[in-house]
């Protein structure tokens, strides 16, 4: 089960911390990524990091803007968000992800709403 907070109102400008809670999953094991989808849009990829090694990958649209981040003990993916714009406004999920037996095991969260007023 994945679990999202920390979405809100924020003036551009602004920064929001974005925490996706895991449970009864072995978190270490999965690649985890956070995805956003704007209302009339198709959802997209924002930033992921790898279960162990930590490597990461962002969006063009948020490099130098955003950092991901994970605590394998706490079980708690992170989306530091910095310097937002309007066009970041969005509902943002956590993904979790591994491959078993040569699929893809996906685990998403409900996700949580972020607004950036101008």
């Known amino acids: 089960q994945l679990v999202e907070s920390g979405g809100g109102l924020v003036q551009a400008g602004g920064s929001l911390r974005l925490s996706c809670a895991a449970s009864?999953?072995?978190?270490?094991?999965?690649?985890m990524s956070w995805y956003r989808q704007a209302l009339g849009k198709e959802r997209e990829l924002v930033a992921s990091?790898?279960?162990?090694?930590?490597?990461?990958n962002y969006a063009d649209s948020v490099k130098g803007r955003f950092t991901v981040s994970r605590d394998n003990v706490e079980n708690t993916l992170y989306l530091q968000m910095n310097s937002l714009k309007p066009e970041d406004t969005a509902v943002y999920y956590c993904r979790a992800r591994r491959i078993i037996l040569s699929k893809f095991a996906d685990y998403w969260g409900q996700g949580t709403q972020v607004t950036v007023s101008s």
């Open positions: 990091i790898a279960g162990t090694v930590g490597s990461t």
């Open positions: 009864r999953i072995s978190f270490s094991d999965y690649a």
